[in-house]
């Protein structure tokens, strides 16, 4: 229950809470054991000694203690929701914090839907289990402990011959306990799994319209809930089959009372009152015994939910090693000195790059989808650090930079434009808080100024969930005013105008050549008319650099971009 240890550690800090739950638990449990007494006295000096004067005095004293009862239950909850809350406060603000740590790789390799349903569901659990079971434990053990003792003073014969089913009982639920937890493992894996299908049908939704492919989402929806429904069913089965069975050992319990305590009676060793009110405190014995099966499903719930989520938070966040000097006044002059760089999966993506750029040039990256453009660019910036090689910003490693201060100096366009579910102001301001000059200067230069001042509410316009309500060629310019509100030394743009149409290539292609000669930019393009301009250019193939030069320098080779060239326009010429 090593998952179980590490729950229980976020309660610490809120001890006063717990405190204060188990002070009233204490006087919400000792209350309800005077219930049965009170009876007893009741039924013994009111009833069958015809002391009819003492009711009045026995129903205040009951009343007292029902105000006790429920008042004490009432603070009991209170404390142990307030310690559960803030303790899964803390859990979940961690694992976001560590989640947003983790590397480039880490979030490469893992399904989105399973980082949701770790910070959601299994958070969840967690929670649920920290509140019920400080209240839970206090009912469960003080319930016992008050109710046993007062089982013993009323009799001490009945008593053992009662508890003799109580080591048959704790043998039952050992067996249950190692049975059930695996199962809510996978119960737990299967909701990560629907809720990975689910993010990814909602993110395609127009992709899988656009092919008709709904009845087949569907189909494969039913699978994961069929698979989801049997395992809650197996773990169903296994309840089902030990409820039943602490109840069958609670009617033997019955039948011994009335059998011996009415044997006990005759003798005059127990009262009729005496008789009523053992039944009352066996039944409260009962009350945590029979739900030791909750009790247990719980804790096993929150193990398999601890499990998934201290996996995320064992992961060593950033496993890319800061360096130590900030970096400050960059000229942009960036090298690759013998560059290559393998996956974690063995695949060698760059073989031997060297490359020089001086500062403010512009450098045009080409070549055929896997050539390993993407994951050359992703090096500057460190979401992956070389295997072999170095690369230098200014003659400085970029290893020996610290981390934060490096990516501050780049600016990306990734190829894939992500906007946020929020107003277009906010979208492009998000690297740094900035005035509306500089927001609408930022969108000018992308071209997309004009596009906002259209929409009825300007740059306040709410767009949907990652820009759903912008087009493709929208989407990237705001994506490219974000790059340049950041105002970077080095602009990144990852195949920027792949999106777009001709004519708004154009536009953005001339806002690019007005900002890049004040920083030094790598362009990746499909198009080779986007990079003509460019001041070098590389073409890469499996990983290397197969030709490298200027636009006519590239023509004149007669080689593989002059291919890439002549097949663009002999398509552009059949358009």
């Not at 009111?46 to 105000?67: A, L, P």
């Not at 239950?73 to 989640?99: E, P, S």
């Not at 929020?422 to 005035?435: C, E, H, M």
């Not at 930022?442 to 912008?470: F, Q």
Request: proline share 2%.
């Amino acid at each position: 229950m090593r998952s179980i240890n590490q729950i229980l550690q976020y309660l610490k800090k809120y001890k006063f809470y717990v405190f204060i739950s188990f002070l009233f638990g204490i006087v919400s449990v000792v209350a309800a054991n005077f219930f049965p007494y009170v009876q007893k006295e009741l039924i013994d000096e009111c009833f069958i000694n015809e002391h009819y004067d003492r009711i009045s005095y026995w129903c205040i004293i009951f009343g007292i203690i029902i105000i006790l009862r429920c008042g004490g239950y009432y603070l009991q909850v209170y404390g142990a929701q307030l310690a559960a809350q803030y303790a899964i406060y803390d859990l979940r603000n961690k694992l976001f914090d560590h989640i947003q740590r983790l590397s480039f790789t880490y979030h490469d390799e893992t399904e989105a839907g399973q980082l949701i349903s770790r910070s959601t569901a299994d958070t969840e659990a967690i929670r649920i289990f920290l509140w019920q079971i400080i209240v839970h434990i206090i009912q469960f053990l003080f319930m016992l402990i008050c109710s046993i003792s007062f089982c013993i003073s009323i009799s001490p014969k009945l008593s053992l011959a009662i508890f003799l089913l109580i080591p048959f009982e704790g043998w039952v639920t050992w067996k249950y306990s190692h049975m059930i937890r695996p199962m809510f493992f996978k119960v737990q894996d299967q909701i990560g799994n629907m809720t990975t299908f689910l993010n990814q049908n909602l993110l395609g939704i127009k992709v899988i319209k656009a092919f008709v492919r709904e009845e087949d989402q569907i189909k494969q929806f039913n699978n994961h809930a069929i698979t989801l429904f049997n395992r809650y069913i197996d773990t169903s089965k296994i309840s089902a089959v030990y409820s039943p069975l602490i109840s069958l050992l609670a009617s033997f319990g019955h039948i011994i009372i009335f059998l011996y305590g009415g044997y006990l009676a005759v003798k005059g060793e127990m009262t009729p009152g005496g008789i009523v009110a053992f039944l009352g405190y066996f039944t409260f014995i009962l009350g945590p015994i029979n739900n030791i099966s909750m009790y247990v499903a719980l804790i096993q719930n929150a193990a398999a939910s601890g499990d998934r989520v201290f996996e995320i938070l064992r992961r060593r966040p950033e496993r890319i090693q800061d360096g130590h000097i900030k970096m400050v006044n960059v000229e942009g002059h960036v090298r690759f000195e013998d560059v290559s760089f393998t996956y974690s999966d063995g695949y060698e993506a760059l073989k031997h790059i060297n490359l020089s750029v001086e500062p403010g040039e512009m450098v045009g990256i080409i070549g055929a989808t896997g050539s390993g453009k993407t994951t050359l660019v992703n090096l500057i910036s460190r979401f992956y650090d070389v295997s072999q090689g170095r690369i230098t910003i200014d003659g400085i490693d970029i290893r020996d930079y610290t981390l934060d201060t490096l990516r501050r100096h780049i600016g990306i366009v990734a190829q894939e434009s992500f906007l946020f579910g929020d107003t277009i102001k906010a979208n492009i301001s998000y690297p740094r808080n900035a005035s509306m000059e500089e927001i609408i200067e930022a969108a000018k230069a992308a071209n997309i100024h004009d596009y906002i001042m259209s929409l009825p509410d300007g740059y306040d316009t709410l767009i949907g969930e990652r820009g759903v309500d912008l087009s493709g060629g929208q989407k990237q310019r705001m994506s490219i005013a974000r790059a340049l509100l950041l105002n970077p030394d080095i602009l990144i743009l990852d195949d920027s105008t792949s999106a777009l149409d001709t004519h708004t290539e154009a536009l953005i292609q001339a806002a690019i050549n007005n900002v890049a000669h004040q920083r030094t930019t790598f362009m990746i393009a499909q198009r080779v008319s986007a990079i003509v301009n460019a001041d070098q250019i590389i073409v890469l193939d499996e990983g290397k650099i197969v030709e490298h030069g200027t636009h006519k320098d590239l023509m004149e080779l007669n080689g593989y971009y002059r291919k890439i060239f002549d097949s663009q326009l002999l398509a552009k010429r059949e358009d």
